[in-house]
């Protein structure tokens, strides 16, 4: 089964929480306060395995947890940082948030690794918190909450050439022919429903990958017929091997369909350099309507090349060909690795609204975080958190709001009771 698109949910792992503690030893019964850091939550990572060619796996497991980070201990020991969560993808994979559509990554090379979701950072302990006023804190922090992103993966196989034409043109005979890959092959059109990815050894030292993408029918960049779902794989191919059905009634005209709906699908598709083969010559047929169409195509400055898959005829020609024409093409400029995403606001920010019940709704990247990351049945917790309200601004919106005494007020998944 080939699978070129899934979505995916991914966790980073929480920030292991700090502790309030305090040195208890013989001859130091006031050693003060040691209470350890929280370790470092695990972070999400996408990384290139070549080792895999499609996205199968994915059907089979959506969501994908990174570990917590642990707590701290007594005497600022420090709890562990949990590992990060490495998750293999085939290269060509480009990575999208699935909520808000925008490009996260585009992972093409071995070992490329991008940072989707980071883990959240340990809770501190007491000692953070002490001051020439307090010796004694009983403040903590709890680990920072990890990160939940929905991502979208679509998969554009790399190949050096690809194999474009109308159904049932031999795409996947010539494939066979070449390559030690094994597609479906069968006397009747669409037969191969999904890509596939082949190397050709010339020789010890020479060799390429090519691709088999399903045949394609007038109205293709639309989704007609298989549709656009495996045009994009002809995306990141570096030259097109163009092969004409030997047996259709017009070659021409399969010729400029199929380049018309490459054309409308991607203007870029266009500037490929193109080899075209005129395959089935072990048939008289197809010998007979190749002379017929030699001058037909010399008059758009196409040159033929004659071959047979079957009955492997100029397939060395062919492919030495192939590669020399990937010889002469500049190198493909290598996509730098993109950075984690993160949208574009001010963590700062909030909003102040009322529920249904009656509660007020208090909705802030950094205040929710701040309420996450608080011991509530800590006393110095809770006064810090007050004091975090009235520094951004949010008690003033509750009051300027007409938040009463009594009244619930909702940050986050906590529910609080406002207090004068």
Known sequence: MFVDEVEIVVRSGKGGDGIVHFLREKFRPRGGPDGGDGGKGGNVILQVDHHFNNLVKFRYQREFNADDGKNGGIKNQT???????????????????????ELIGDLTREQQQLLVAKGGRGGRGNPHFKNSRNQAPRTAERGEPGEELRLRLELKLIADAGLVGVPNAGKSSLLAACT???????????????????????????????????????????????????????????????????????????????????????ENLAEKPQIVVFNKMDLPDAQAMFALMQDEFKKINVELMPVSAVAHKNLRELLWKVFHTLQALPEPEV??????????????????????????????????????????????????????????????????????????????????????
């Open 79 to 101: 709890g562990r940082s949990a590992d990060d969560l490495i998750i293999p993808v085939p290269p060509g994979t480009i990575v999208y948030n699935a909520d808000s559509d």
């Open 180 to 266: 030690n890959a094994k597609p479906k092959i069968a006397d009747y059109p669409f037969t191969t429903i999904e890509p596939n990815l082949g190397v050709v050894e010339l020789d010890i030292d020479n060799s390429f990958v090519m691709a088999d993408i399903p045949g394609l029918i007038e109205g293709a960049h639309m989704g007609v017929g298989l549709g656009d779902a495996f045009l994009r794989h002809i995306q990141r191919t570096r030259v097109l091997i163009h092969v004409l059905d030997g047996m259709s009634e017009d070659p021409l005209l399969d010729f400029n369909q199929i380049n018309t709906e490459l054309s409308l699908f991607d």
């Open 335 to 420: 996509v730098e690795e993109m950075p984690v995403y993160r949208a574009e606001e001010d963590p700062r920010e909030f909003e102040v609204g009322i529920t249904k019940d009656g509660a007020f709704l208090v909705q802030g990247k950094a205040i929710e975080r701040a309420a996450a990351m608080t011991w509530w049945d800590q006393p110095g917790s809770v006064r810090r958190f007050q004091r975090m309200l009235e520094v951004l601004g949010i008690e003033h919106a509750l009051i300027e709001a007409g938040v009463e005494p009594g009244d619930t007020v909702k940050i986050g998944e906590y529910e609080l009771e406002w207090q004068d």
